[in-house]
């Protein structure tokens, strides 16, 4: 098992943003308002390709298979964006095999998080919100599974509302190895960025994104897209990974290839409910809301739909 604090590539876009989250009941009818991107519900975006939808309004049922979590903790219910949602104290809710889950070429991961940073605090350490996860032998798993979505929370102090958040993608190559991919934002260019910049005026350049959403609700997406080998992050139906990370596999086709066995878990890493946890891989500290799992990559404009509509209770 790797242990090293984690983690890989690097990212970010610039802007900064207010969000506004409606709290409004996930059973409001949205029949006889103006569509947004062509959608009355958050539910029609992506519908045929939609494999997985925790509601988390008082319970953890994901309500496409109706399958129940195998074993919960520190778990309790609280109101959120869309009716309530789950709010963690060093908790989390682990679920066995979901069918539709079991493989992807593509895949398209959005949430509603509500972190914050946790440097130098008893919870210091990344905050993952969810994960596929990745097995390392009969009884037990590895810290990173086959997709992560998380937040680098222990980079920075509690005081600092700009978060680093990112999707991790561990792909099984053929010869049976581990290929790992991770995209993120980046709260500021390092000078070896900026340099890199200057240098190359007319390429792909590296932007910073300060995700200033540290303590409040924001909307999360993470989006592998196999057949143009990318690997992008949303924050408020926006774009924020750095473009110059975002390009793998030299931009031909890169297709997710999942490790057997893997199982959703929500809000902790796969090694600590197998006990080989090292001392960083903690159980979430924070709230989360309307996790979608769809195979396949949703495009810029459907996930900023995704985001308007979930915002306005629909």
């Given amino acids: 098992m790797k242990t090293n604090r984690i983690l890989l590539a690097a990212l970010g876009l610039g802007l900064t943003m207010s969000t506004v989250v409606s709290c409004s009941s996930d059973s409001s009818s949205s029949d006889s308002l103006p569509p947004i ?16 939808y925790w509601p988390l309004n008082g319970n953890g049922t994901e309500s496409k298979s109706s399958t129940n979590p195998s074993s919960t903790a520190g778990t309790t219910w609280t109101a959120g964006v869309k009716g309530q949602c789950a709010n963690f104290s060093g908790g989390y809710l682990a679920y066995p095999a979901i069918a539709s889950l079991n493989s992807a070429t593509s895949m398209t991961i959005s949430l509603w998080a509500n972190v914050s ?15 596929m996860t ?35 993608a561990v792909i099984k190559n053929a010869d049976g190895s581990a290929n790992w991919q991770d995209s993120r934002n980046t709260i500021k260019l390092d000078d070896g960025m900026i340099t ?18 540290g303590g409040v609700w924001a909307h999360y997406v993470i989006v592998w897209d196999g057949a143009a080998g990318t690997f992008k992050v949303y924050a408020n139906g926006q774009k924020i990974s750095n ?22 878990l929500i809000g902790t890493f796969g090694s600590v409910l197998t006990g080989n946890a090292d001392s960083w891989q903690k159980s979430l500290t924070g709230k989360v809301d309307e996790i979608r799992v769809w195979d396949k990559a949703l495009s810029s404009a ?13």
């Fill in 243 to 264: 473009p110059k990370w975002e390009t793998r596999n030299g931009g031909n086709p890169l297709n997710l290839n999942f490790f057997a066995n893997t199982k959703p």
């Fill in 37 to 52: 991107g062509g959608y009355n519900s958050a539910n029609e975006v992506g519908a045929s390709n939609l494999k997985a």
């Fill in 134 to 168: 990745r097995p390392m032998d009969d009884s037990h798993d590895e810290w990173a599974g086959n997709i992560n979505f998380m937040a680098e929370t222990g980079w920075k102090a509690a005081t600092v509302d700009s978060l680093t958040t990112k999707g991790l």
């Fill in 117 to 131: 940073n946790n440097q130098g605090t008893p919870l210091d350490g990344p905050s993952m919100f969810f994960q």
């Fill in 302 to 314: 459907d996930i900023n739909s995704l985001y308007e509509l979930e915002k306005a209770g629909r």
């Fill in 196 to 213: 890199e910049n200057a240098a190359d005026p007319t390429g792909v350049q590296h932007v910073a994104y300060p995700n200033k959403n």
